[in-house]
């Protein structure tokens, strides 16, 4: 018996498969070296379409005009060199220059990683929007790499996120986070809403691009709250729906026109379901109908509640307001109703937002209205802009149409009607320029201009 088990043990060693290697199955990548690596690429990718936005501009100082120089970040959305940033990067700058990354020459195949700087070119502001801090730059390079934006609604809390931009100047940085939330309010009545952060944002980030994990812009880095300064994990960007509505339209005509349908809305609760007999204690119910307003014109109601808007359910008033703020003038909603046992659906025009601050400036060209040591646009203030100013205290004046903010803490704001130049009169345009031209180099400036029904007087720093 013996004998027979060393034979067999010999034959086994024997035979022809005892000496191939048993296959060892392949080792599973972790999945954390997975997302490490599809984040590298990620941004990778990302990269040479961020850009520093470089600003000089001047601030009194000592008496004098200081130079000052500043740095904020950007996106490029068209390969035909339009660049979005933040309004407040720009805003008062008299040279604006933008450093593209990864765009410097190099020898092929190059490794190190320390790479050189990008071309810096120069940019010029097609437009700003104070009401969501955006501003749309054109550069004249054609060819860039460039981004899409993606859909801000389709985020959720707890996704990741990467924010890329030039913190504290040091630029091409990028940090990785998650969405805290989809829709913050910085008051309650806000139309405009942000995505909150906790991807690390700091000075500097200001205008660079929210990036989700397939590349698309979700949102535009705006601003942080911080009790030091500097990143504190709450950092807010404007949503990318927003962005593509207010780049769209400043690309196009240099300024955004907002609509609106003439309707006020409130959130139903069960106290006011009770009152008015609705037969849902939620939702956003018709407050009121402006007169010859287009809402009033479809055969909207008050007291309809409102079921739906182009198909979304509309569970409150809020969710009403901020799915209007993005939609354009000249276009149209669809709104389904509800009215006693009845579901009807209207369509309604959407018109431009009256007392909008800004609607003077597709009347105006550089051509033709520049106040240049102002840093304005204006128009003479005749009985068509009156009309769009009731209540002003006099007839005559200057009416800011765009303004570069130069005066500071206290800006020259579009609406703005100047009346007089250090207690000299203003009629018109061309009143102001002469007035302008009679002060001494270095004089103090002093404007009195009416504001939204105030008087005020206003410091500028003439160029």
Request: net charge negative.
């Given at each position: ?137 054109k550069l004249e390079e054609k060819g860039l790499p460039s981004l899409p934006l993606g859909d ?312």
């Amino acid at each position: 018996m013996r004998s027979a088990v060393w034979l067999a043990l010999a034959g086994a060693l024997w035979s022809p498969t005892a000496g191939a290697q048993v296959p060892v199955p392949p080792r599973e990548v972790p999945s954390l070296a997975r997302l490490s690596s599809d984040l590298e690429a990620l941004s990778e990718r990302i990269k040479p379409a961020v850009v520093q936005v470089l600003t000089t501009g001047y601030a009194p100082g000592d008496g004098l005009l200081v130079k000052q120089r500043a740095s904020g970040s950007g996106v490029i959305l068209d390969p035909d060199g339009y660049v979005l940033t933040n309004a407040h990067v720009v805003q008062g700058a008299r040279r604006v220059q933008v450093a593209l990354a990864g765009l410097a020459g190099g020898p092929p195949g190059a490794r190190s990683i320390l790479k050189a700087p990008g071309r810096v070119v120069g940019a010029v502001v097609v437009g700003t929007d104070r009401e969501t801090d955006l501003a749309v730059l054109k550069l004249e390079e054609k060819g860039l790499p460039s981004l899409p934006l993606g859909d801000s609604e389709a985020l959720h809390p707890g996704e990741l996120v990467l924010a890329f931009g030039s913190p504290l100047g040091l630029e091409n940085s990028v940090t990785l986070g998650v969405v805290s939330a989809v829709a913050r309010q910085l008051r309650p009545e806000d139309r405009m809403i942000y995505v909150q952060t906790d991807a690390s944002i700091n000075p500097g980030n200001s205008g660079g691009p929210l990036v989700d994990g397939q590349g698309r812009v979700v949102g535009i880095s705006t601003f942080i709250y911080s009790q030091s300064g500097g990143n504190e994990g709450i950092g807010f960007a404007a949503p990318s729906n927003i962005v593509r509505n207010v780049f769209d339209q400043v690309r196009r005509t240099g300024r955004v026109h907002r609509g609106e349908i003439g309707v006020r809305v409130q959130t139903v609760t069960p106290a006011l379901a009770a009152g008015l007999g609705l037969r849902q204690d939620w939702g956003a119910v018709v407050a009121d109908v402006v007169p010859g307003g287009p809402a009033a014109e479809a055969g909207l109601r008050i007291g309809d509640l409102v079921v739906k808007l182009d198909g979304k359910l509309i569970e409150n008033a809020r969710q009403l307001e901020v799915d209007l703020y993005p939609r354009a003038p000249g276009g149209s909603v669809s709104l389904e109703v509800r009215r006693g046992d009845e579901r009807p659906t209207f369509g309604v025009r959407i018109v431009e937002r009256p007392g909008d601050p800004e609607r003077f400036a597709d009347h105006v060209s550089p051509q033709r209205n520049a106040v240049e040591s102002l840093g304005v646009l204006a128009l003479d203030l005749d009985d068509a802009l009156a009309l769009m100013l009731p209540g002003l205290r006099a007839r005559t004046g200057a009416v800011v149409a765009t303004a570069d903010g130069r005066s500071g803490s206290d800006p020259l704001l579009p609406g703005d009607v100047i009346y007089s130049v250090n207690q000299e009169t203003v009629s018109g345009i061309d009143s102001l320029r002469a007035a302008l031209a009679r002060l001494k180099p270095g004089s103090p400036v002093v404007l009195q201009v009416e504001r939204s029904g105030e008087l005020r007087f206003v410091v500028v720093e003439p160029e």
